[in-house]
């Protein structure tokens, strides 16, 4: 349980990363080198394809690795199928899906999710934990959209649980990087990994300045990301104190090996009236500053090089990130699809979430 996960904190260097695994310092610090996301295909595990309003009668295509699935709804409900309804299955069907080449398939906080992996495996209990999301959905059309990366996923979700870069690629938004103090924490299991960064006496972010009225220069900020592994998933949920509390779900649907769609939910409901509008549309903006990042390093990891990546002290959480993913990628290559720890648990506690606003 994630209580009780591994913990590093922001004093430890790339060593003691590599030691805190039991393979020794050298051979995971190479590891971590030998990073070739692109190679990357998790399987067993529920994505989320569309946003629930966006699945209807007329079907709609989304792809997990280059895998088609065709959305739609029947009597209401929401099917996925390898195949067009209107398409002669004229070949075998996927290992993934069933005799009707349809996918496992649930609808939860608002999205349509498909399992791709092994159809008996598929089990509710294996999807991810959003405890800022209404587990119904409704959240209104202006804290939803989809952006696009021009990159692996996991590219992308590397980038986004370095949460300092924000400082410099998002200034404008989320305010630079001057701080009176500044503390990193990493927390772990096989299937997720959560950064918490807390920073006392920030410039208050330019955005909470215009649109929620803070007047004082600083403010205290506690910022989580939280990647849920083979899902591609990640919360980011930011407390601005003072100002208002950021909830985001980061979906990084991996389309295919090097294109990533999100479609994300920001549920900003709690929020005063102009933030809880403008900041969802901040995404778009944020997205292109990052896909400016993501996008030229993304073919420089398709195959394995000689390459040495260089790192800071800030760079623990990705270094356990490109650690966990290579051990799950190991152990299904093995043949071992199984989920060792529990990505259903409320992780409203470990995010911090202010659970008087979400009340669900």
Same mark, same amino acid.
Not at 179 to 196: G, K, L, N
Not at 274 to 284: E, I, N, Q, T, W
């Given at each position: ?8 904190s ?29 190679? @990357?295909?998790?399987?067993?595990? !529920? ?16 792809? /997990? *690795? ?6 739609? &709804? ?17 070949r ?6 069933d ?13 349509? !999710? ?19 999301l ?6 209104p ?8 990366f ?33 503390? /990193? ?8 990994? #959560? ?22 220069? #600083? ?11 083979r ?23 991996p389309?295919?090996?090097? &294109? ?22 901040a995404? *778009? ?42 051990? /799950?990628?190991? &152990? ?18 470990? /995010?911090? @979430? &202010?659970?008087e606003?979400?009340?669900?």
């Amino acid at each position: 349980m994630l209580e009780v996960a591994d913990r590093l904190s922001d004093n430890e260097a790339l060593s003691g990363v590599a030691a805190s695994t039991g393979s020794g310092g050298p051979a995971a610090l190479n590891a971590i080198n030998h990073w070739v996301p692109h190679n @990357l295909v998790m399987r067993d595990a !529920w994505f989320p394809l569309a946003h629930a309003t966006g699945v209807g009668k007329k079907p709609v295509r989304r792809a /997990i *690795y280059s895998h088609p699935f065709f959305l739609w &709804r029947e009597d209401g409900v929401a099917v996925a199928s390898e195949f067009h309804p209107n398409e002669k299955q004229s070949r075998a069907s996927s290992p993934f899906t069933d005799a009707r080449g349809r996918y496992p398939v649930m609808e939860r906080y608002g999205y349509v !999710w498909g399992w791709f992996g092994q159809p008996e495996s598929a089990d509710p209990v294996h999807l991810p934990s959003l405890p800022f999301l209404p587990p119904n959905g409704g959240l209104p059309g202006h804290m939803i959209g989809t952006v696009r990366f021009d990159c692996s996923a996991p590219i992308s979700l590397e980038n986004l649980i370095d949460l300092t870069h924000a400082d410099f690629l998002h200034a404008n938004i989320t305010g630079d990087e001057k701080s009176e103090s500044e503390s /990193i924490e990493t927390f772990f299991d096989s299937e997720s990994i #959560t950064m918490v960064r807390t920073c006392t006496g920030k410039s208050v972010a330019p955005v909470m300045k215009f649109f929620s009225g803070i007047k004082q220069p #600083t403010q205290n900020i506690r910022q989580v990301i939280r990647i849920y592994l083979r899902s591609h998933c990640a919360i980011a949920y930011g407390r601005f104190t003072p100002g208002d509390d950021v909830p985001l779900f980061h979906p990084c649907v991996p389309e295919t090996r090097d &294109r990533t769609r999100l479609d994300y939910a920001m549920n900003t409901s709690h929020a005063g009236l102009l933030f809880r509008h403008v900041m969802p549309k901040a995404s *778009y903006m944020v997205s292109r500053q990052d896909s400016s990042m993501t996008s030229p390093q993304s073919p420089r990891y398709m195959r394995d090089t000689n390459r040495k990546d260089l790192h800071s002290r800030f760079d623990a959480p990705g270094q356990r990130y490109r650690m966990l993913m290579m051990d /799950i990628a190991n &152990r299904q290559d093995a043949g071992d699809f199984a989920y060792r720890d529990d990505v259903s648990a409320d992780c409203s506690d470990l /995010i911090g @979430l &202010r659970k008087e606003l979400f009340r669900y």
